[in-house]
C-alpha cells in the first residue's frame, strides 16, 4: 500500500477451531451430495482396489483384509513383480482398454509405456553497541517386493498408530491443464501456470514417450486403509526413471533440474529406494530455491516431505508439507498438499489431524470435482475406521507446533509496575516489566523503549541487550530477514541494519516498508524497490505499492509469489521480482489471483489477465468474484497428476 503511517495491528487469540468428524448424516456444506462420515459405522465401506476417482469395475470382486490387518491373497504387499510377459493387476490400463479379468476384455501382453513409437556496500559501524550473546482382480497375483530397510511403515493396531500399509508410498500430485489444445501454443498462459512450473515441450527429436507425460497419465489404485498406490510392475517404474534421467542430464537450468530431480525422487520413493529419493529430493529443493518460484518451491518441499515421511521423519516431513501450502498457491494445488499432509497424519495415527486436512481439501474446491471428492472420501472412510477401531488419537497441533516454531514471548503491561514486559505461554513474565513502550518479537528479536530515553534498544527473546539505547534511534521497524530499518530522526533517513547495529544499506530513504522475500518497498521522489544489498530493483517511478490478494490480505511490497502491484496516478500494474513491468499501471483496480490477474475496467466491471499481462477473461463480469468463479469453471478439465 501507499506510503504514510499505518495504524496499529491488533494482537489478540482467534477464536478456537472445532476439531473432528462431523455428526452423523451432516453432509459438506461445500458439497451437498458429499457422503457423511464419522467414527461410527455409518461410514460407506470402502472398496478395495478402487481406481483413483473411480469405483471399481464391474466384475472385479472385493476381497476382504487378510488377518492382523493385512492385505487380503489379492493383494499384493508391495510393489509386486508380475510373471515376465504378464501385467500384474495394479497395472495402469491405456485408455479405453479394458484390464485383464473384466468381462469380454481380451487377455493382453504386458503394457510397456516406452514401446518404440516410430520414427516420427561494506559494512559500517553505527554506533556503541553490546556483543550479541489393494486391488481385487480375478487373474492370479504377482509376487510382491519386499520394502527395503529404509522404509518405514505407519504403526498398526493403536490410537497412536495407523493401518498396516503396503510398501508403495503416496505421492504428491502436482496440477497439469489438458484442454485438448492441439499444442502448447493453444493453451492459454493462464491455464498453463497450473502445471509443474517450467516443463518442457516434447523435443522434435523422436524418443518414444516422454517420462513425465507417461507418470501424468497413469492411473493409481490405491489401498482402502493405508492409501498408497498398488504398484505390480516395478520394472515400468525403472524404465521410467531411466528415461527421466536422460532427460536430466543434459539439463543446466535450475527450474528444469529441479522439476527433473523431483519427479525421480517420487519414482525412486515408489520403488522403496528411499535412499536415492531423499537425495533427489533434497537436491531438487535447492535447484527450486534458486528459481525463487513459489510454486515450484513447494513443489519440491512437498515431494521431499514424502520421502521423509516413507523413511520415518514424520515431524521434518509434516514440517515442510505446512511451508509448502501457501495460500497464494493454486486452490487445486493446496488441496492435494492437503490431501497428502492428512496420509501422513493418517500414518501417525493423528486421526483428527487428517480428518481436518481432508476436510480443508474439500473446502478448497468451490467448483464440483468429482475425482478430488472420490478420492477424498476414500481418505474419510478410512479415517473413520481408524477411528472407530483405535480412537481419536492426539489432539490436532497448531501451525506454530507444526512448523516447530518456538513461541516468543508477548508483550504484557503490568498495572504494578505500570511498565511493559513480555510473559510466556504460561502467562509468568520471562522479561521482567521495566519498559515505557515494546513491540513484539519479530525475528527473534523485539525493540524496547525505557522511561528515562525515547530512543529504542534492541533484545533477544531471553531479555539480552543487542543495541543499546544510546545508539539514538528514535524511529525503529520490525526486523525481517535478519534486517530492520531505523531512523535517527524518526521521520527520513531510513537506513537498514542488521541485528548486530551494523549498517547494510546506508541510502536515506524517506519510507519504507520490511523486507519481504528479499525485496523492500522504499521511496526516494517516487516508490520503488531494493534487495538487501541495497541495489535498485525497481526503478522510483510510482506513487505506492497496494498489493492486493484474493484471499483479502493486503501486502507491503512483494508478495510472496515475487509480484507487486504498483499504483501510479490511481491506474494500477504489476513487477515482478526482477524489476520487469508484467502489467503496465493502466487500469483501476488489479487483485493478484494464483494463476492470473484480476483487473478492472473504466466502468466498474471485472476481467482477468494472465500472467504475462495478456487478456484472459474481458472486463465485463460484475464482480471479481465472479471472475473467479469463471476462472474455476475454465479451469475445470484439470486434475491432479504426477
Wanted: proline content about 11%.
Amino acid at each position: 500500500m501507499q506510503g504514510g503511517p499505518r495504524p496499529p495491528q491488533q494482537y489478540g487469540p482467534r477464536p478456537p477451531q472445532q476439531y473432528g468428524p462431523r455428526p452423523p448424516g451432516q453432509q459438506h456444506p461445500q458439497h451437498p451430495g458429499h457422503h457423511p462420515h464419522g467414527p461410527g459405522p455409518q461410514g460407506r465401506p470402502p472398496q478395495q482396489g478402487q481406481v483413483y476417482g473411480r469405483p471399481p469395475q464391474q466384475g472385479q470382486p472385493a476381497l476382504p483384509p487378510g488377518p492382523g490387518g493385512q492385505a487380503g491373497p489379492g493383494v499384493p504387499q508391495g510393489p509386486g513383480v508380475a510373471p515376465q510377459g504378464q501385467p500384474g493387476p495394479g497395472v495402469p490400463q491405456p485408455q479405453g482398454q479394458q484390464g485383464p479379468g473384466q468381462p469380454g476384455a481380451p487377455q493382453r501382453q504386458a503394457f510397456n509405456a516406452f514401446a518404440p513409437a516410430g520414427p516420427a556496500p561494506q559494512p559500517q559501524e553505527i554506533a556503541p553497541v553490546t556483543a550479541m550473546p489393494s486391488p481385487v482382480s480375478a487373474n492370479p497375483v504377482s509376487p510382491a517386493v519386499v520394502a527395503t530397510p529404509d522404509t518405514v511403515m505407519p504403526v498398526a493396531s493403536s490410537a497412536a498408530g495407523a493401518a498396516t500399509a503396503l510398501t508403495a508410498p503416496t505421492m504428491l500430485t502436482p496440477i497439469v491443464v489438458k484442454l485438448g489444445a492441439s499444442s502448447p501454443d493453444t493453451v492459454p498462459e493462464v491455464v498453463t501456470e497450473l502445471a509443474d512450473p517450467g516443463a518442457e515441450p516434447e523435443t522434435p527429436e523422436d524418443t518414444g514417450p516422454d517420462p513425465e507425460q507417461v507418470l501424468a497419465n497413469y492411473e493409481w489404485r490405491f489401498h482402502h486403509e493405508t492409501l498408497r498406490e498398488l504398484v505390480d510392475n516395478p520394472d515400468e517404474l525403472r524404465e521410467i526413471r531411466d528415461k527421466l534421467t536422460e532427460k536430466l542430464s543434459p539439463s543446466t537450468d535450475n527450474a528444469s533440474r529441479a522439476r527433473l530431480l523431483s519427479l525421480r525422487a517420487v519414482v525412486s520413493r515408489i520403488l522403496g529406494e528411499l535412499t536415492k529419493a531423499l537425495s533427489d529430493g533434497k537436491m531438487a529443493l535447492v535447484h527450486a530455491e534458486a528459481t525463487g518460484e513459489l510454486r515450484r518451491i513447494a513443489i519440491a518441499k512437498a515431494r521431499l516431505a514424502h520421502v521423509l515421511q516413507w523413511r520415518g521423519d514424520f515431524a521434518e516431513a509434516d514440517r515442510l508439507f505446512a511451508e509448502a501450502n501457501s495460500t497464494e498457491l493454486p486452490d487445486r494445488l493446496r488441496a492435494t498438499m492437503h490431501e497428502h499432509a492428512g496420509r501422513s497424519c493418517l500414518d501417525q495415527g493423528r486421526y483428527m489431524e487428517a480428518f481436518n486436512h481432508f476436510e480443508s481439501a474439500l473446502e478448497l474446491r468451490k467448483v464440483e470435482d468429482p475425482e478430488l471428492i472420490a478420492r477424498t472420501e476414500l481418505a474419510l472412510d478410512a479415517v473413520s475406521l481408524k477411528i472407530a477401531e483405535n480412537g481419536m488419537g492426539p489432539y490436532p497441533r497448531s501451525k506454530e507446533e507444526i512448523l516447530q516454531i518456538t513461541k516468543a514471548p508477548v508483550p504484557r503491561f503490568d498495572d504494578r509496575a505500570q511498565c511493559w514486559g513480555y510473559v510466556d505461554a504460561e502467562g509468568k513474565f520471562a522479561i521482567a516489566p521495566a519498559f515505557a513502550d515494546v513491540q513484539p518479537f519479530r525475528d527473534g528479536v523485539a525493540w524496547v523503549r525505557r522511561r528515562e530515553t525515547h530512543a529504542w534498544e534492541l533484545i533477544s527473546e531471553n531479555g539480552e541487550k543487542q543495541i543499546d539505547s544510546n545508539v539514538g534511534l528514535l524511529g525503529v521497524g520490525s526486523f525481517s530477514e535478519g534486517l530492520a530499518w531505523v531512523s535517527k530522526d524518526g521521520t527520513a533517513g531510513w537506513i537498514a541494519i542488521d541485528k548486530y547495529g551494523r549498517v547494510v544499506i546506508s541510502t536515506g530513504f524517506e519510507d519504507v516498508r520490511p523486507f519481504r522475500r528479499g525485496l523492500a518497498a522504499v521511496k526516494r521522489g517516487g516508490w520503488g524497490a531494493v534487495d538487501t544489498k541495497g541495489r535498485v530493483i525497481v526503478p522510483f517511478q510510482f506513487t505506492g505499492f497496494s498489493t492486493a490478494l484474493t484471499d483479502g490480505r493486503y501486502v507491503d511490497g512483494f508478495a510472496d509469489e515475487g509480484l507487486a502491484i504498483v499504483d501510479a496516478a490511481g491506474r494500477k500494474g504489476v513487477v515482478d521480482r526482477h524489476g520487469t513491468v508484467v502489467v503496465p499501471p493502466v487500469h483501476p483496480a488489479l487483485v493478484i489471483h494464483p494463476v492470473a490477474f484480476l483487473i478492472a475496467g473504466p466502468d466498474g466491471r471485472w476481467g482477468a489477465l494472465d500472467r504475462k499481462g495478456r487478456q484472459f477473461i474481458d472486463p465485463v463480469l460484475a464482480s471479481r468474484k465472479q471472475v473467479m468463479e469463471e476462472l474455476d469453471r475454465l479451469l475445470a478439465d484439470t486434475k491432479p497428476v504426477l
